[in-house]
Antibody, heavy 117, light 107 residues
Framework: QVTLRESGPALVKPTQTLTLTCTFS??????????VSWIRQPPGKALEWLAR???????YYSTSLKTRLTISKDTPKNQVVLTMTNMDPVDTATYYC?????????WGQGTLVTVSS | EIVLTQSPDFQSVTPKEKVTITCRAS??????LHWYQQKPDQSPKLLIK???QSISGVPSRFSGSGSGTDFTLTINSLEAEDAATYYC?????????FGPGTKVDIK
């Protein structure tokens, strides 16, 4: 059974760095072809693809956010970490981690991050 | 970056009616187009992959078609439980992108 769970702060201040952890089970990032992606969704708005990390440690980022994002993995712990620097109120959103690269077949429940002073 | 547009933005539909949602890509993406359903306060769910491939467990009333730049999601005989926002998503080239969504409401 595949599950993913996001964890991190619910509230961050403007200019701070956000660190989110995705802890998953039911698959391994040591398996060839496996990927984990991060997607976010501002309240009432559309999904936005953020980043992806592959089993071979290849990393891909949103064009508009790539200077602020870092994705990494801890394969033995079954975790993927996303950091986003210089947070702004417009970054307020539910952040999802999900399994998959091309097709995203399993999603976490999402974690709402609010950026406010 | 590939931009996806969807139409309509919103559709109010009677049960048993047929629903058609279109997704257009800013450049050819082959069949690398997937559809997701998101109900209120839930995570998205994969409905159709690679334009027309069905997903196990998804009702057969959902189907997809298209290739290149123009794609369609069809819901035959809409049911009340299909009230949701539907998103298309391209995986032809990185960075991957999502469409803006189509909200389907039940009359």
């Amino acid at each position: 059974q595949v599950t993913l769970r996001e964890s991190g702060p619910a509230l961050v201040k403007p200019t701070q760095t956000l660190t989110l952890t995705c802890t998953f089970s039911g698959f391994s990032l040591s398996t060839s072809g496996m990927c984990v992606s991060w997607i976010r969704q501002p309240p009432g708005k559309a999904l936005e693809w953020l980043a992806r990390i592959d089993w071979d440690d290849d990393k891909y980022y949103s064009t508009s956010l790539k200077t602020r994002l870092t994705i990494s993995k801890d394969t033995p712990k079954n975790q993927v970490v996303l950091t986003m620097t210089n947070m702004d109120p417009v970054d307020t959103a539910t952040y999802y981690c999900a399994r998959g690269g091309a097709t995203i077949d399993y999603w976490g429940q999402g974690t709402l991050v609010t950026v406010s002073s | 970056e590939i931009v996806l547009t969807q139409s309509p933005d919103f559709q109010s539909v009677t049960p048993k009616e047929k629903v058609t949602i279109t997704c257009r890509a800013s450049q050819s993406i082959g069949s690398n187009l997937h559809w997701y359903q998101q109900k209120p306060d839930q995570s998205p769910k994969l409905l159709i992959k690679y334009a027309s491939q069905s997903i196990s467990g998804v009702p057969s009333r959902f189907s997809g078609s298209g290739s290149g730049t123009d794609f369609t999601l069809t819901i035959n005989s809409l049911e009340a439980e299909d009230a949701a926002t539907y998103y298309c998503h391209q995986s032809s080239s990185l960075p991957f992108t999502f469409g803006p969504g189509t909200k389907v409401d039940i009359k």
